[in-house]
């Protein structure tokens, strides 16, 4: 049973990434899911979350508008789609499934989770 993130990388200003995040060893259509992301000497910080049932999503303020949370449970995988980044992106980026749990729990209550990827790094330069 894990999450696995991808797609992080070295991203220009401007620029857009998408990252990944695929379960294995259980189906992630029954699961709540997150991207947070922690960068150095900051602590961890909430981005989006998507429902398991209706597809309701949350945004943080400051992804609001750049950043695009969506799933495809057919590939048992949830994507953040972020673009216009900024150097104020680069961080850790990481993905949590919360079992039911609703968004409300997971990103605004900050807690639910059941399983955390490892992470993948994102940094934006130039």
């Known amino acids: 049973v894990q999450l696995v993130e991808s797609g992080g990388g070295l991203a220009q200003p401007g620029g857009s990434l998408r990252l990944s995040c695929a379960a294995s060893g259980f189906t992630l259509a029954a699961y709540t899911v997150g991207w947070f992301r922690q960068a150095p000497g900051k602590e961890r910080e909430r981005l989006s979350c998507i429902s398991f049932n209706d597809g309701n999503t949350y945004y943080a303020d400051s992804v609001k508008g750049r950043f695009t949370i969506s799933r495809d449970n057919a590939k048992n995988t949830v994507y953040l789609q972020m673009n216009s980044l900024t150097p104020a992106d680069t961080a850790q980026y990481f993905c949590?499934?919360?079992?039911?749990?609703?968004?409300?729990?997971?990103?605004?209550?900050?807690?639910?989770?059941?399983?955390w990827g490892k992470g993948t790094l994102v940094t934006v330069s130039s």
């Open positions: 949590t499934a919360g079992l039911f749990t609703t968004i409300q729990a997971m990103c605004l209550w900050d807690n639910g989770m059941d399983y």
